[in-house]
């Protein structure tokens, strides 16, 4: 394998992992309860917990969808779409419970380049 095709498959397993990590430690098990503070500012009390759970589970269908490869440009585009949504409704309507504040807005939109640049610029033709 190439270089550039060891450090495609290096940033598309630590993409994966931060994917991994929020869904399962910071959602699914609680581990972060200001995740689902989060969730409860925005989408209500009543189903906080319920909804954080299955944004958990979506996070973690992210993960075995980015390390199937199966069409990565569209895993790559809605993984860059819901980041971006997602931080926009956050740093509106709860950037105080956020672990950087507005600052967060800013980690969101490398992380969203990281994946952009992965996909769509390193990713070496025969992947």
């Not at 990590?21 to 409860?40: A, D, W, Y």
């Not at 956020?98 to 969203?112: R, S």
Request: hydrophobic share 55%; aromatic share 14%.
């Amino acid at each position: 394998m190439t270089k550039a095709g060891t450090t495609y498959r290096f940033i598309q397993y630590f993409i994966a992992l931060i994917w991994l990590l929020n869904g399962l430690f910071c959602k699914i098990l609680n581990l972060t309860p200001r995740h689902q503070e989060i969730v409860e500012r925005i989408l209500g009390d009543s189903y906080g917990r319920p909804l954080t759970i299955l944004i958990g589970m979506s996070e973690l269908v992210m993960v075995v969808w980015i390390l199937s490869r199966w069409r990565s440009k569209l895993c790559a585009i809605l993984q860059i779409l819901v980041i971006g949504s997602m931080n926009i409704i956050e740093f509106s309507l709860a950037s105080d419970l956020l672990l950087w504040g507005h600052f967060n807005i800013v980690f969101a939109f490398a992380f969203m380049t990281l994946i952009y640049y992965n996909e769509f610029k390193l990713k070496p033709k025969n992947l």
